[in-house]
């Protein structure tokens, strides 16, 4: 693997620790199947993109896009919390709804940036490259993220919001709103989501319709592969789990597509997508057999 296409797969990878640990927060902590991801992700990177292209700032347009994916979890929330529909319908109701509504917002399929200022080219200094510098601003984004929601999840709302998905009954017992703290929650998540579709789209010089295909699948992978490399309780190492299975996650991508004697191509992504997440599947259980026979 060349240096730039190490870089590369460093630099994707991180922008989709930012999806893992919102699909984390959603999947894991809230006990909530949300696939909204799928249409979240790409709302990121369309409201961004429309923002920038029309010559408002990057940062500012990053926010606003982060707190667009944040108001369809939102909507996804109060499906399930108000109308009482099923939590994974719910979601899937918005993520088909999210579709129509990107298109909306875009006007046409795709909108290029390329030409236009973005977080990264205000960011990053004149002498250092592209293919390096990015991945370096998005370490200092993601390590930011991870330390606010360690912090955040061990206040008392952050707690609250742990316990509604570890024990909801007994939540509410404790005086817990928790179609309010499911609603947070799920905002939270989405935001995140939201905000690596912004970044995502400034990486690739522009936002596509089709972006947000798969989006819920690599989130999950990196979940799953991060907890079997740092399984732990913590938060604080679970966190730093999801961020490393993202990055682990995307090498083992990287090397796999471009491993000539597989002969593998980039549209057999999804293809290595689903063995690798069904190795981090079996890992776990064949540990725990091999356990049981030594015990035995």
Known sequence: MSWFSFFGALEIGLIFSLVALGVFISFRLLRFPDLTVDGSFP????????CISSGMNPFLATALAALAAAVAGI???????????MD?????????????INLRIMGRPNIPIISEPTVFSVLQPDWLVDYIGRPLIMVVVVILA????DVYFSTQQGLAIRATGSNPRMARAQGVNTGAMIILGMAISNGLVGLAGALFAQTQGGADISMGIGTIVIGLAAVIVGESILPSRKLFVLTL??????????FFIALALESDFIGLQAQDLNLVTALLVTVAL???????????????
């Open 43 to 50: 709302l990121g990177g369309a409201v961004g993109a429309v």
């Open 75 to 85: 909507f996804t929330a109060l499906l399930n919390v108000r109308l009482k529909i």
């Open 88 to 100: 994974l319908l719910a979601s899937i109701l918005m993520m088909i709804a999210l579709y129509s």
């Open 146 to 149: 991870k330390l606010v929601l």
């Open 241 to 250: 789990s999801v961020i490393l299975g993202a990055i682990v996650y995307r």
């Open 282 to 296: 079996v890992i776990p259980l064949l540990k725990q057999r091999l356990a049981r026979r030594r015990s035995a």
